[in-house]
């Protein structure tokens, strides 16, 4: 999570991650990152405990970490910058919490509220060291190429072609790469090559704040990237309730689900993450997965050695198991199947693995 300071980051990670970071009305009051875990809310998960009548359920996990606010400069140092860089690349995507939310009482470190100047300082930071860190690359391939390295050679065009992008202000996460490309972007850890989901964070009420939130929507399809509206306030009195409660919470707020529920769904897409699940008497649990992700690679996210002796998978799907009401129905209808090693996971597969070591 980024964004500048007092923008609502810490409101929303302890909403999400039911954490108790602190939330203070003056920048750097987070210096180390704040990292929580956030239950990602999956309706089925639920439906198959109480089908298989399981003992335990277990939802899937986000990590989140709450990285302390950006300033003008951070790229060379302002504000504890260079570390929260350091903290920014090793992270998988990117939720660019932006202020949509007027109010006195809670200091702008720029004295006005302005989505679009907020979103530009803070990619310019991270594009700036971006091109810090490609032009020390670039130094060293430079070497390479002279010594006649034709792999290099390639590298370099690579690598220039990226420092041009970013010198006219390019977002690198929403680009297409070959795979050698991607390979070293992941080596570079570069910072704008993440994917990003911006999240406007609003006041209360109806169409509250509507005019900002919609520069922000318009900034974010040219760049090809999603928004997500959510009152950080508001989500974390919701947290706050118990379980039972938070239901009638929302249909007096007039809402059907939670922003936060929106949030993790457009992060799971983000990360190109889906989810499959075990169900039995035992534990129904969601298990996420990268998409494209086949049975064996599958079986490991459980435990190695169900990769390492994996023998079969036996699969059916939620929706049929839904339809059909039982297991045993699904089998009897023959929606039940054997897959092997080549199998990939699809979105909502129930699964059993046959394993041996």
């Given at each position: 999570?980024?964004?500048?300071?007092?923008?609502?980051?810490?409101?929303?990670?302890?909403?999400?991650?039911?954490?108790?970071?602190?939330?203070?009305?003056?920048?750097?009051?987070?210096?180390?990152?704040?990292?929580?875990?956030?239950?990602?809310?999956?309706?089925?998960l639920?439906?198959?405990?109480?089908?298989?009548?399981?003992?335990?359920?277990?939802?899937?996990?986000?990590?989140?970490?709450?990285?302390?606010g950006?300033?003008?400069?951070?790229?060379?140092g302002?504000?504890?910058?260079?570390?929260?860089?350091?903290?920014?690349?090793?992270?998988?995507?990117?939720?660019?919490?932006?202020?949509?939310?007027?109010?006195?009482?809670?200091?702008?470190?720029s004295?006005?509220?302005?989505?679009?100047?907020?979103?530009?300082?803070?990619?310019?930071?991270?594009?700036?060291?971006?091109?810090?860190?490609?032009?020390?690359r670039k130094q060293?391939?430079?070497?390479?190429?002279?010594?006649?390295?034709?792999?290099?050679?390639?590298?370099?065009?690579?690598?220039?072609?990226?420092?041009?992008?970013?010198?006219?202000?390019?977002?690198?996460?929403?680009?297409?790469?070959?795979?050698?490309?991607?390979?070293?972007?992941?080596?570079?850890?570069?910072?704008?090559?993440?994917?990003?989901?911006?999240?406007?964070?609003?006041?209360?009420?109806?169409n509250?704040?509507?005019?900002?939130?919609?520069?922000?929507?318009?900034?974010?399809?040219?760049?090809?990237?999603?928004?997500?509206?959510?009152?950080?306030?508001?989500e974390?009195?919701?947290?706050?309730?118990?379980?039972?409660?938070?239901?009638?919470?929302?249909?007096?707020?007039?809402?059907?689900?939670?922003?936060?529920?929106?949030?993790?769904?457009?992060?799971?897409?983000?990360?190109?993450?889906?989810?499959?699940?075990?169900?039995?008497?035992?534990?129904?649990r969601?298990?996420?997965?990268?998409?494209?992700?086949?049975?064996?690679?599958?079986?490991?996210?459980?435990?190695?050695?169900?990769?390492?002796?994996?023998?079969?998978?036996?699969?059916?799907?939620?929706?049929?198991?839904?339809?059909?009401?039982?297991?045993?129905?699904?089998?009897?209808?023959?929606?039940?199947r054997?897959?092997?090693?080549?199998y990939?996971?699809?979105?909502?597969?129930?699964?059993?693995?046959?394993?041996?070591?």
């Amino acid at each position: 999570m980024i964004g500048l300071p007092n923008v609502g980051k810490t409101t929303v990670f302890n909403a999400l991650t039911g954490g108790g970071a602190l939330a203070a009305n003056y920048p750097f009051a987070t210096v180390d990152p704040n990292t929580g875990i956030a239950l990602v809310p999956d309706p089925r998960l639920t439906k198959l405990t109480e089908i298989f009548k399981s003992k335990k359920t277990t939802p899937a996990t986000l990590e989140v970490r709450d990285i302390a606010g950006l300033v003008e400069g951070a790229s060379k140092g302002e504000g504890l910058g260079n570390q929260f860089l350091g903290h920014i690349r090793e992270v998988d995507a990117l939720l660019h919490i932006v202020r949509c939310f007027q109010g006195t009482d809670v200091v702008h470190v720029s004295g006005s509220v302005d989505p679009l100047r907020d979103i530009g300082v803070i990619e310019t930071e991270l594009m700036l060291a971006d091109l810090e860190t490609l032009e020390r690359r670039k130094q060293k391939t430079e070497k390479k190429v002279r010594a006649g390295d034709k792999k290099a050679a390639v590298e370099m065009a690579f690598v220039e072609r990226l420092m041009g992008l970013l010198d006219k202000g390019e977002w690198l996460g929403n680009l297409p790469y070959t795979t050698e490309e991607r390979t070293i972007l992941d080596e570079c850890q570069l910072l704008a090559a993440k994917p990003v989901l911006f999240v406007a964070n609003v006041s209360e009420g109806p169409n509250a704040d509507e005019a900002m939130v919609r520069t922000v929507r318009e900034f974010a399809e040219k760049r090809r990237a999603r928004v997500v509206t959510i009152c950080g306030q508001l989500e974390a009195e919701l947290s706050s309730l118990p379980e039972e409660e938070r239901a009638d919470f929302l249909k007096g707020m007039g809402l059907t689900e939670s922003g936060l529920v929106r949030l993790t769904r457009e992060a799971y897409q983000l990360l190109r993450v889906m989810t499959f699940f075990t169900a039995g008497e035992q534990e129904s649990r969601a298990w996420p997965i990268v998409e494209g992700t086949k049975a064996p690679q599958a079986a490991g996210k459980i435990h190695t050695d169900m990769e390492r002796g994996f023998i079969r998978a036996e699969v059916y799907h939620y929706n049929d198991l839904l339809a059909c009401g039982s297991e045993a129905k699904v089998k009897e209808k023959g929606l039940f199947r054997l897959e092997g090693k080549d199998y990939v996971i699809k979105e909502g597969d129930i699964v059993y693995f046959r394993f041996n070591v």
